[in-house]
């Protein structure tokens, strides 16, 4: 193992106060959805940069500029730009990760405060971030330490990229990444993501594929104002009827996409691809122990496996201007809005998607023979990426993965979206991977997410034998 003793040692030893330092992060309520808090995602960012800066990291603050949200115009959070080695005989690995976390409060059902780190008896550390992305960030911030503390260089050169808007869009960072693609980015060998989960709770992972998105809204007008059921009732159309029966012929209640062509797109795995999930440590009682409840579409799990990596989904997620109030409300809505996305898959694009989508919708719309009008809006999107997992990137994962928890990782392909490893894998040309620190069970965008200690420190020791195994390679 090329990872120095010492380093491991050291991590073990600084458990308590790497604690300490996720819990100070935790505390800052980094949501970047909610306009409320975005000056406590600027103060995230500060907080973070000084961290970096304080482990002999070389750093600078990026304006991204404006966007609007909910009618108002904000600033983007700075993403943060490090540097530390400038060796050429290395290898310099670019590090990214974020800072802003999903929104969160104890009257959603958390059994703690949300933004106070929580250590239970069991060693889960429960708060917002802690897994998603907060721990993993700082995990290597920890690697660093012990290398700062004791002058002890580097394996390689590390580029950094931090950013405050991941769960809301990553606005502005596609253009940051293009523009400093020959800056900040130059020379760059390779990627590593930290910011997914292993596929259970007993198995580490790799990741090398990740679903594209394209997420829609349908709105739905008529009347133009709000009408009482019992006077208007069966004398108009009504917008919510016309909405309920489009987002009805989306999907099927076994998954299967209802849109002519999009499911069309993807091939069928071959037996050499079927045996890749064959392989993986998973079952039906994992789905199911995940969810809480035996809801799984298959009993095979093969079949499932590749549903989540390596096949298109359709979910409904919402209706805006419908009543959702205690009680009863004979209300007729004036207009209502339906969300729904389709999580990509390759040869899928955007571009090849959505005109599919919307000639459909347009084309059931009118076989209701309504009167109402119907707008389609496409709110936000992303392509697929898939990595080659036999590049030497990955094999120093293997080899560190395999040093630090003794057992080989899995190879999965993971069924959301991080649109920003397509954007460095075309843009720089360089392998991209994503290297988990948490667990299957962490939820990350639920309540009560939570980070294992265990998964804390030897992700920790993780990311720092990664980047000596880096530093071994000779040939790329």
């Not at 974020?98 to 929580?118: C, I, M, N, R, Y």
């Not at 002890?152 to 523009?179: A, H, Q, R, Y």
């Not at 298109?312 to 409300?329: D, N, Q, V």
Request: net charge negative; with cysteine.
């Amino acid at each position: 193992m090329p990872a120095p003793a010492a380093l491991l040692s050291y991590i073990d030893a600084q458990t308590d106060a790497f604690i300490t330092r996720l819990a100070e992060a935790v505390a800052i309520p980094s949501i970047s959805g909610d306009p409320a808090y975005r000056d406590r995602v600027h103060d995230m960012s500060n907080w973070l940069n000084a961290q970096l800066q304080a482990v002999g990291v070389t750093t600078k603050q990026v304006d991204l500029g404006t966007h609007v949200m909910d009618g108002q115009t904000l600033h983007l959070p700075p993403a943060i730009l490090g540097r530390i080695g400038e060796d050429k005989s290395k290898k310099t690995v670019l590090i990214y990760g974020h800072f802003d976390v999903q929104p969160a409060s104890k009257s959603d059902g958390w059994d703690t405060e949300p933004f106070v780190l929580t250590k239970e008896a069991d060693g889960r550390l429960v708060g917002r971030g802690s897994s998603d992305d907060k721990g993993p960030v700082l995990g290597w911030v920890n690697v660093l330490q012990w290398h700062h503390e004791t002058q002890t260089p580097l394996p390689v050169n590390i580029v950094f990229c931090f950013e405050g808007m991941e769960e809301n869009g990553s606005e502005g960072l596609d253009d940051l990444v293009v523009k400093e693609k020959d800056g900040w980015f130059k020379d760059v060998d390779c990627v590593c993501i930290s910011d997914n989960y292993w596929l259970n709770t007993r198995t580490p992972a790799l990741t090398y594929g990740l679903r594209g998105l394209v997420y829609f809204k349908i709105n739905v007008s008529g009347p133009t104002r709000d009408l009482h059921s019992g006077v208007f009732g069966r004398m108009v159309h009504e917008p919510m009827t016309d909405l309920i029966s489009l987002m009805s012929r989306l999907v099927d209640s076994a998954g299967n996409i209802l849109v002519p062509g999009v499911d069309d797109m993807v091939s069928v795995a071959d037996n050499e691809e079927r045996a890749i999930y064959e392989k993986l440590d998973y079952s039906i009682e994992d789905v199911e122990s995940s969810v809480g409840a035996k809801i799984a579409l298959s009993a095979d799990k093969t079949q499932v496996l590749m549903g989540r990596m390596r096949s298109p989904s359709l979910s409904l997620h919402g209706i805006e201007g419908a009543f959702s109030g205690p009680g009863a409300k004979t209300v007729i809505p004036a207009k209502v809005a339906g969300k729904f996305s389709i999580r990509l898959v390759p040869p899928q694009t955007p571009d090849s998607v959505t005109p599919l989508v919307e000639a459909y919708l347009k084309s059931e719309f009118a076989k209701l023979g309504s009167k109402n009008s119907l707008h389609v809006e496409l709110l936000h999107d992303g392509k697929p990426w898939v990595a080659d997992y036999k590049h030497w990137n990955y094999n120093a994962a293997i080899k560190a993965t395999e040093a630090i928890y003794s057992q080989k990782p899995d190879l999965t392909r993971e069924g959301g979206s991080i649109p920003v490893t397509l954007t460095f894998a075309e843009t720089l040309g360089v392998n991209v991977l994503l290297l988990p620190m948490g667990r299957g069970d962490d939820g990350a965008h639920s309540t009560n997410e939570k980070l294992d200690t265990s998964n804390f420190i030897k992700g920790t020791k993780l990311l720092g034998t990664y980047l000596y195994e880096v530093g071994e390679v000779k040939d790329s």
